[in-house]
T-cell receptor, first 113, second 111 residues
Framework: EAGVTQFPSHSVIEKGQTVTLRCDPI?????LYWYRRVMGKEIKFLLH????????ESGMPNNRFLAERTGGTYSTLKVQPAELEDSGVYFC???????????FGSGTRLTVV | RKEVEQDPGPFNVPEGATVAFNCTYS??????FFWYRQDCRKEPKLLMS???SGNEDGRFTAQLNRASQYISLLIRDSKLSDSATYLC????????????FGQGTILTVHP
């Protein structure tokens, strides 16, 4: 079974630019989550999709972040325009049940300079 | 006060030792509890769920104490390969899908 796949693995962009992260969940997993880990801090929730619907987006920092999951398959997380404080590792995770343990992807390490 | 708190450690133990970590949570409505393991610069990997009755998986035992609002992870007969950061993740209340993680406890097992 293929795991959760994230692309790119690394991204270095300048402040003000746009970056789009992609996540392909495990096939059949309706629940998809985005999390972020800023250096030295704990992993923080961003949002939760159930199929194509946003179940909970309470963790999205501001309106520079836009997540989509068209068709209920893969998801994208766009940051526009990027700021220095957006740097960190963005993890995607998926699960069959909402309250079940997740499988995480290997993350996208974003550096904004 | 943070929603989920862990002692960051580091815990440095010799091979063969028994080590235990706790994770406290503030939301009494929490429903689901998990331990994850994270190796350096890797993603967290689910180690085990934590059930009310306690559960064991080989050398690992997880317990839940709802009255005192904490979960624990006990590792027996530590191996060098157990060296990692151990994260607790807790879900519940109105956002049942969302996990809130602690900062993680660093474990180093030495020869």
């Amino acid at each position: 079974e293929a795991g959760v796949t994230q692309f790119p693995s690394h991204s270095v962009i300048e402040k003000g630019q746009t970056v789009t992260l992609r996540c392909d969940p495990i096939s059949g997993h309706d629940n998809l989550y985005w999390y972020r880990r800023v250096m030295g801090k704990e992993i923080k929730f961003l949002l939760h999709f159930v199929k194509e619907s946003k179940q909970d987006e309470s963790g999205m920092p501001n309106n520079r972040f836009l997540a989509e999951r068209t068709g209920g398959t893969y998801s994208t997380l766009k940051v526009q325009p990027a700021e220095l404080e957006d740097s960190g590792v963005y993890f995607c995770a998926s699960s069959q049940r909402a309250a079940g343990g997740y499988t995480f992807g290997s993350g996208t390490r974003l550096t904004v300079v | 006060r943070k929603e989920v708190e862990q002692d960051p450690g580091p815990f440095n133990v010799p091979e063969g030792a028994t080590v235990a970590f706790n994770c406290t949570y503030s939301n009494s409505a929490s429903q689901s509890f998990f331990w994850y393991r994270q190796d350096c610069r890797k993603e967290p990997k689910l180690l085990m769920s934590v059930y009310s009755s306690g559960n064991e998986d080989g050398r690992f035992t997880a317990q839940l104490n709802r009255a005192s609002q904490y979960i624990s992870l006990l590792i027996r007969d530590s191996k060098l390969s157990d060296s990692a950061t151990y994260l607790c993740g807790i879900a519940g209340g109105t956002s049942y899908g969302k996990l809130t993680f602690g900062q993680g406890t660093i474990l180093t097992v030495h020869p």
